[in-house]
């Protein structure tokens, strides 16, 4: 273990998630769509930086070697013939070290409740401008434009939603490059929501928090992607866990009456705006069993992976094969063909086999430990680390579910996944640590 505890400026943290979002901004601006790949890049080279350039600390998170492990599957696979070219296999080892990075670089930042406190709040700010922008596309077309102005003529059919008045647009995007990615933001805005206003005890904050978690809700309606719908309620059931061990009834019960309030109230707007069309397509959720839901949307996927691609590439089917690697970084005269990727599972066995199937899913199983046994206070949290901790979970408990739906750990996602539940354990150890009087920091110079 490295004897040092020093550790770099709270600001670098607060730099990487500013960054990332100006990043998907800019994916929003005509002007930077010829630089697409650059712009889109620029978040995840950022957190691969990090962890090359920042000196170790004494703090390591329990999954740190874990991750260390499903990296040296991935460095083992660029071995296999079918990778396409030592560039692209490079490209997808770098993307999953920065997307994994935070495991690695943000213990080394100092990080005390205040901090976590802030990062949920940036995060929430931002989401909240997503999912209110996605909204009031909605409302107000002309005036919100989607994703780059697009043309509905030259749009993707399966793209569009046809509104109560019968007006066709595009699904929201919010600050998004792609349409329906709105929903992604609705998603942290509700559930944070939740956190803030538990923590926050001024008034006059409250009405706002809860208009823009309504309009959220609204957002994911009308993006009408139900695994994100399905997440969201996910992620909020999965809060009664640590509040359950927490012995938390009176907050159970608040969380539950404001979920109900801003459901009933976002379902009502979101069908009166979006008509028939969003009210069939949510009305399948409970119109049959939720296992054939599932098979007919995404589980023909799952099947897919598990019957044919398992048995063919057990090992796994080389870097580069699938998404925007074999895009972008890929010999087109050279390149093996390309596979196709609709959920995390498949890119986990293409990548790296079984191996990694087995690898990257303990992972986020001892990152929900960690962010339960800090809800529980076993590092001697405060009351509000714990219960971002709390908040922390459900959100990871739905990011796992989402696993079966889309890749979730191969973009902004699940870097956001792995900042802030590495910022909270770092927040939780270090706190401990200055409690005991173990280990007095010393901060890196600027």
Same mark, same amino acid.
């Given at each position: 273990?490295?004897?040092?505890?020093?550790?770099?400026?709270?600001?670098?943290?607060?730099?990487?998630?500013?960054?990332?979002?100006?990043?998907?901004?800019?994916?929003?601006?005509?002007?930077?769509?010829?630089?697409?790949?650059?712009?889109?890049?620029?978040?995840?080279?950022?957190?691969?930086?990090?962890?090359?350039?920042?000196?170790?600390?004494?703090?390591?998170?329990?999954?740190?070697?874990?991750?260390?492990?499903?990296?040296?599957?991935?460095?083992?696979?660029?071995?296999?013939?079918?990778?396409?070219?030592?560039?692209?296999?490079?490209?997808?080892?770098?993307?999953?070290?920065?997307?994994?990075?935070?495991?690695?670089?943000?213990?080394?930042?100092?990080?005390?409740?205040?901090?976590?406190?802030?990062?949920?709040?940036?995060?929430?700010?931002?989401?909240?401008?997503?999912?209110?922008?996605?909204?009031?596309?909605?409302?107000?077309?002309?005036?919100?434009?989607?994703?780059?102005?697009?043309?509905?003529?030259?749009?993707?059919?399966?793209?569009?939603?046809?509104?109560?008045?019968?007006?066709?647009?595009?699904?929201?995007?919010?600050?998004?490059?792609?349409?329906?990615?709105?929903?992604?933001?609705?998603?942290?805005?509700?559930?944070?929501?939740?956190?803030?206003?538990?923590?926050?005890?001024?008034?006059?904050?409250?009405?706002?928090?809860?208009?823009?978690?309504?309009?959220?809700?609204?957002?994911?309606?009308?993006?009408?992607?139900?695994?994100?719908?399905?997440?969201?309620?996910?992620?909020?059931?999965?809060?009664?866990?640590?509040?359950?061990?927490?012995?938390?009834?009176?907050?159970?019960?608040?969380?539950?009456?404001?979920?109900?309030?801003?459901?009933?109230?976002?379902?009502?707007?979101?069908?009166?705006?979006?008509?028939?069309?969003?009210?069939?397509?949510?009305?399948?959720?409970?119109?049959?069993?939720?296992?054939?839901?599932?098979?007919?949307?995404?589980?023909?996927?799952?099947?897919?992976?598990?019957?044919?691609?398992?048995?063919?590439?057990?090992?796994?089917?080389?870097? &580069?094969?699938?998404? #925007? /690697?074999?895009?972008?970084?890929?010999?087109? *005269? %050279? @390149?093996?063909? =390309? !596979?196709?990727?609709?959920?995390?599972?498949?890119?986990?066995?293409?990548?790296? &086999?079984?191996?990694? #199937? /087995?690898?990257?899913?303990?992972?986020?199983? *001892? %990152? @929900?430990?960690? =962010? !339960?046994?800090?809800?529980?206070?076993?590092?001697?949290?405060?009351?509000?680390?714990?219960?971002?901790?709390? /908040?922390?979970?459900?959100?990871?408990?739905?990011?796992?579910?989402?696993?079966?739906?889309?890749?979730?750990?191969?973009?902004?996602?699940?870097?956001?996944?792995?900042?802030?539940?590495?910022?909270?354990?770092?927040?939780?150890?270090?706190?401990?640590?200055?409690?005991?009087?173990?280990?007095?920091?010393?901060?890196?110079?600027?």
């Amino acid at each position: 273990m490295v004897r040092s505890a020093r550790l770099h400026p709270t600001y670098w943290l607060f730099l990487f998630v500013v960054v990332e979002m100006a990043c998907q901004v800019a994916l929003v601006v005509p002007e930077f769509e010829k630089l697409h790949v650059v712009v889109r890049s620029a978040a995840f080279a950022g957190s691969f930086l990090f962890v090359l350039g920042m000196r170790a600390s004494a703090y390591r998170h329990p999954v740190r070697n874990v991750a260390l492990v499903s990296l040296v599957v991935l460095g083992a696979s660029i071995l296999n013939p079918a990778t396409d070219g030592i560039w692209a296999g490079f490209a997808a080892i770098i993307l999953h070290i920065a997307i994994i990075g935070p495991v690695f670089w943000v213990t080394r930042v100092r990080v005390d409740t205040i901090t976590v406190r802030h990062l949920f709040l940036v995060m929430w700010l931002f989401h909240t401008a997503s999912a209110v922008t996605g909204a009031l596309q909605v409302y107000f077309p002309d005036w919100f434009p989607g994703v780059f102005g697009s043309d509905l003529g030259d749009a993707d059919l399966g793209m569009t939603v046809i509104l109560a008045d019968g007006s066709v647009i595009l699904r929201p995007s919010g600050l998004t490059g792609f349409p329906g990615g709105a929903s992604i933001s609705a998603v942290y805005c509700v559930l944070i929501g939740i956190g803030l206003l538990l923590s926050d005890g001024r008034r006059w904050l409250r009405l706002p928090i809860l208009g823009s978690m309504v309009l959220a809700l609204v957002t994911v309606y009308l993006c009408q992607i139900r695994s994100l719908f399905i997440m969201l309620g996910v992620s909020v059931l999965s809060l009664a866990i640590p509040l359950t061990l927490q012995r938390k009834l009176g907050t159970m019960l608040r969380v539950g009456a404001l979920v109900a309030a801003v459901g009933v109230l976002g379902t009502i707007l979101a069908f009166s705006v979006g008509g028939q069309m969003t009210i069939d397509r949510f009305s399948t959720l409970i119109g049959e069993a939720p296992t054939q839901v599932y098979y007919n949307n995404r589980g023909r996927f799952m099947e897919f992976t598990m019957d044919t691609l398992l048995p063919l590439f057990p090992m796994g089917a080389g870097l &580069g094969r699938w998404g #925007m /690697i074999h895009q972008y970084f890929t010999d087109r *005269l %050279t @390149a093996s063909s =390309s !596979l196709w990727v609709e959920i995390q599972w498949t890119a986990w066995l293409l990548d790296g &086999g079984i191996l990694l #199937m /087995i690898v990257y899913p303990l992972a986020l199983l *001892l %990152t @929900a430990r960690e =962010s !339960l046994r800090i809800a529980k206070g076993v590092y001697g949290s405060d009351d509000e680390l714990k219960l971002w901790a709390t /908040i922390a979970f459900g959100h990871g408990v739905g990011a796992m579910m989402l696993t079966f739906n889309a890749p979730v750990f191969e973009s902004n996602l699940g870097l956001d996944y792995w900042t802030l539940n590495i910022a909270l354990y770092a927040a939780a150890i270090q706190a401990r640590d200055v409690k005991e009087n173990r280990a007095p920091f010393e901060l890196e110079s600027a």
